[in-house]
């Protein structure tokens, strides 16, 4: 039996529970991606997959609805892919996990994908179904919008007619979303040297920070394990020699990483300065986070000799703990003409130590272009005075408020009819393919909305049952509505 099987709306449920099936973390998107283009060919749809592996299929107009506009539906197949820590199963071959608990939908030891899962399970539910009156619909599913937005930069929209596009990857029932932040991912790297040391070798791990998602939930200003790390080594720093063996902290640069953990050598006699260092710093950090990340806590574990240990020399040891310690991240600014909207943050969001380098990756985001280039010059700043090169990838622009859309003004109205409230008009923080897709087809009015997700991008992901009926029912209202523009 399916676990989703009594969920309604069956279809999107059915859907959604295929769409786990596949593995399709970004970068991994080649078979749901195969999985689309067979669903078009079955229904006989029109559909182009390009190189890239986006996704564009085509319905016509049902009866009644020839001469109306089209409507653009939009969202994104690949998701942020992580699991608990000892979690057997291998999330680039194997499915996820589904489970239900109440109104959640879940995905037992990992992330569940709702984002954006759930926006390519309404496409399809919606392009599988006989009875749903609507215009020509063109259906939109780009590759590594999590990486960078890869998909829709290289996307050739030259074929699309139309200029009204729903993206369904928000996360809050009840807004409609017509703005979002630009962004980038900026990496470092670090060049190092090893040398062979003898010393005692201990793993030191940051564990039990909450994570999230770095726009929608940067502003919650929980603890980021890998700043967490730099500050730790860095206090060691000030009181004895330590050398880096092992440097490993988050999983994808716009998810707040929840643990990180290194493995250092130091002399034998200091066993009790650094006991005592990391007790004086926990105790800081379960003061300072008590209500942010209140089972934030730091783990020491002795290891085996094992001899002579190839380890990042002394000075480039400091070098990669300063760079750690001394980056920004997390909130930079808060926007003067939004209350309680991000304007511009980073978040640190992988590091890593090879054999010969340390890397580290950012999310830098900004509803300001000018903001977010004044950000990643000040990283670059930083950068050099340690020695370390950057590069800058998946620059992708913001999305502008638009003052007057009657697409908007359409949602808002169908959504008055439907819930008996207003809904609530927003920019967010997070980025959204918007951006990128408005400014390959002029004069697209953009809406972006979703059902009710929490913890997205971590392994406490849930997906709420009933939004996602609730906002079916919506988007199946709102084409229904494009008819004469009502």
């Known amino acids: 039996m399916r676990v989703t099987e009594n969920l309604n709306p069956k279809k999107v449920f059915y859907y959604f529970e295929e769409i786990c099936k596949i593995p399709h973390g970004s970068g991994n998107i080649d078979r749901l991606s195969d999985y689309l283009v067979e669903f078009a060919k079955e229904r006989g749809l029109f559909c182009i997959q390009d190189t890239c592996k986006n996704v564009i299929i085509i319905k016509e107009a049902t009866p009644g609805y020839e001469n109306e506009e089209p409507v653009i539906l939009q969202g994104h197949m690949d998701m942020v892919a992580v699991k608990k820590p000892g979690a057997a199963i291998d999330m680039e071959k194997e499915g996820l996990l589904l489970a239900v608990d109440g109104d959640d939908l879940f995905a037992e030891d990992t992330s569940l994908g709702g984002d954006d899962g759930i926006a390519v399970a309404y496409a399809l539910a919606i392009l599988d179904s006989h009875e749903i009156a609507h215009p020509r619909l063109e259906v939109i599913v780009t590759v590594d919008e999590e990486v960078g937005m890869d998909g829709a930069r290289e996307l050739d929209v030259s074929m699309l007619k139309g200029r009204r596009m729903l993206n369904l990857d928000s996360e809050e029932e009840g807004y409609i979303l017509a703005g979002c932040a630009g962004g980038a991912r900026v990496d470092w790297q670090l060049p190092l040297t090893r040398e062979g040391r003898n010393g005692k070798q201990y793993a030191i791990c940051i564990k039990g920070l909450q994570g999230g998602h770095s726009g929608a939930e940067i502003d919650k200003e929980r603890g980021n394990a890998n700043v967490l790390l730099g500050r730790v080594l ?5 009181s004895m020699d330590l050398y880096l063996v092992e440097l ?10 929840r643990e990180a953990r290194a493995v250092i050598v130091i002399e034998d006699d200091k066993e009790k300065l650094l006991m005592d260092g990391i007790k004086a710093v926990e105790e800081e950090l379960r003061q300072e986070l008590q209500t942010k990340d209140p089972d934030v806590g730091i783990e020491i574990e002795e290891l085996e000799e094992a001899g002579e240990t190839s380890c990042v020399t002394g000075a480039d040891s400091v070098k990669v703990v300063s760079l750690l310690f001394a980056a920004p991240c997390g909130v930079q600014a808060m926007s003067a003409d939004i209350k309680g909207l991000v304007e511009t943050s980073l978040n640190m969001g992988i590091v890593s ?4 380098k340390a890397a580290v990756q950012f999310s830098v985001r900004s509803s300001l272009e000018s903001a977010k280039r004044a950000l990643i010059a000040k990283l670059e700043c930083i950068a050099s005075m340690a020695g370390a090169s950057q590069e800058v990838h998946g620059d992708y622009p913001g999305w502008a408020y638009q003052k007057n859309s009657p697409f908007r003004d359409m949602a808002v109205n169908v959504f008055r009819d439907l819930y008996g409230k207003e809904p609530e008009i927003q920019a967010i923080h997070a980025g959204l393919e918007c951006g990128l897709l408005s ?8 809406i972006s909305i979703g059902p009710d997700m929490k913890n997205i991008h971590t392994t406490e992901e849930r997906l709420s049952i009933s939004s996602t009926e609730r906002v079916w029912n919506y988007v199946v209202e709102l084409l229904k509505a494009t008819k004469n523009g009502q």
């Open 248 to 257: 490993e902290g988050g999983l994808a640069d716009n998810a707040i990483p």
């Open 439 to 446: 400014a390959k087809i002029p004069g697209l009015e953009c």
């Open 234 to 238: 860095y206090g060691l720093c000030q």
């Open 353 to 356: 130590l090879k054999q010969d």
